[in-house]
């Protein structure tokens, strides 16, 4: 399990992601005013371990993964989806699913029709975060940087 706190006062999309203990797993950089909506995942130690970007040359919401400097999948937002919000992730090897409920900020992530991860949006205190259920043996890294996408389709919505 994995909480995606965003930061109370913040410039751009920073957030912190820790385990269930509440012990730092990775730090997520947004870069302020960027086109390309760029987040950047860093360990505790300041090492970047992946990134996030928005695809600009895409005809609907899509944002690349990078890991270790390779792009390992894609997310894409379904165009019309009329029971709830769809993503794809297309995954080099194979592909996964996003649905749920932006009203209810209640999301699955499946593989072949197995739920490999689960995610709900909590308000603690005065911040959002985003609780992050992950099955065993799946990547917990590209599980983690699919929600981070999501999160900004959902912001770019709200934004428009």
Request: aromatic residues 6%; negative net charge; hydrophobic residues 40%.
């Amino acid at each position: 399990m994995y909480v995606i706190r965003e930061r109370l006062f913040r410039l751009g999309e920073d957030s912190d992601i820790t385990n269930e203990a509440g012990q730092p797993v990775l730090r997520v950089d947004g870069k302020v005013l960027s086109l390309h909506h760029r987040l950047i995942l860093r360990d505790p130690a300041g090492r970047e371990t992946g990134r996030v970007h928005r695809k600009l040359a895409a005809l609907r919401p899509a944002y690349e993964i990078t890991v270790g400097g390779k792009d390992v999948a894609e997310v894409r937002k379904h165009l019309f989806t009329p029971f709830g919000e769809r993503f794809t992730i297309d995954v080099h090897g194979g592909g996964m699913q996003i649905g749920g409920d932006l009203l209810s900020h209640e999301f699955t992530i499946a593989r072949d029709g197995q739920t490999v991860a689960t995610i709900s949006k909590r308000w603690l205190t005065m911040t959002a975060s985003y609780a992050v259920e992950v099955a065993p043996g799946e990547d917990d890294l590209l599980i983690l940087a699919s929600v981070l996408a999501l999160d900004l389709a959902i912001d770019a919505e709200h934004d428009h």
